[in-house]
């Protein structure tokens, strides 16, 4: 299985710009996705194939990366972005980062 | 609006069977290719199984080969799963899925039914 690697969480005020992480332990193309899943909720596609926005999602969020290292941005984070984002590969079997929560301070 | 619906997670003893369905609407069911995935309690979310659009191609992780099978009522837009041989382990809250296309991204979810395995 193709494993992705995420910080746990991070921390970061209103207003900001962060930058979450993911890293595969084998290349996989541009095949990278993101989802942003809040608490009792169903998970929500972010971005696909690394840096295509999905339908009605704000453009404060963008992608990037190709081979092993993608990064998910949100500039500038908003209280409503308190959550968890999980990356997915789709180069092999499908697989998904553990997840990184976001807290804002 | 795409919805999807899933029904039918119950508590099930270990060894024991159960069959998931999911009602789809708003979109061309038989156009796309519709997924399972799952997430155990506080977890992360783990890719279950996947049907083509016809249902002629089904794909499985390892640990479900053999005991789980996905299968598809285009007529009845309705993705279902059974599941046998059930494993405390399999306890999760399960969500069907749209693919844009095999290999492709999770892009539309419902809002998911709890399977319990437990004595």
């Known amino acids: 299985d193709t494993v992705l690697t995420q910080s746990p969480a991070l921390a970061v005020s209103p207003g900001e710009r962060v930058s979450i992480s993911c890293r595969a332990s084998e290349g996989v193309n541009s095949y990278m996705h993101w989802y942003q899943q809040k608490p009792g909720q169903q998970p929500k596609l972010l971005i696909y194939?690394?840096?295509n926005l999905a339908s009605g999602v704000p453009a404060r969020f963008s992608g990037s990366g190709s081979g092993t290292d993608f990064t998910l941005t949100i500039d500038p984070v908003e209280a409503d972005d308190t959550a968890t984002y999980f990356c997915?590969?789709?180069?092999?079997?499908?697989?998904f980062g553990g997840g990184t929560k976001l807290e804002l301070k | 609006e795409v919805q999807l619906v899933e029904s039918g997670g119950v508590l099930v003893q270990p060894g024991r069977s159960m069959k998931l369905s999911c009602a789809a609407s708003?979109?061309?069911?038989?156009?796309?290719?519709m997924a399972w995935v799952r997430q155990a309690p506080t977890k992360g979310l783990e890719w279950v199984a996947t049907?083509?659009?016809?249902?002629?191609?089904?794909y499985y992780r390892d640990s479900v080969k053999g005991r789980f099978t996905i299968s598809r009522d285009n007529a009845k837009s309705t993705l279902y799963l059974q599941m046998d041989s059930l494993r405390s382990e399999d306890t999760a809250t399960y969500y069907c899925?749209?693919?844009?296309?095999?290999?492709?991204?999770?892009?539309?979810w419902g809002q998911g039914t709890l399977v319990t395995v437990s004595s």
């Open positions: 708003g979109f061309t069911f038989s156009s796309f290719p």
């Open positions: 997915q590969q789709s180069w092999n079997d499908p697989t």
């Open positions: 049907i083509s659009t016809s249902g002629g191609s089904t």
């Open positions: 194939k690394a840096s």
């Open positions: 899925t749209t693919q844009a296309a095999i290999s492709y991204w999770f892009a539309y």
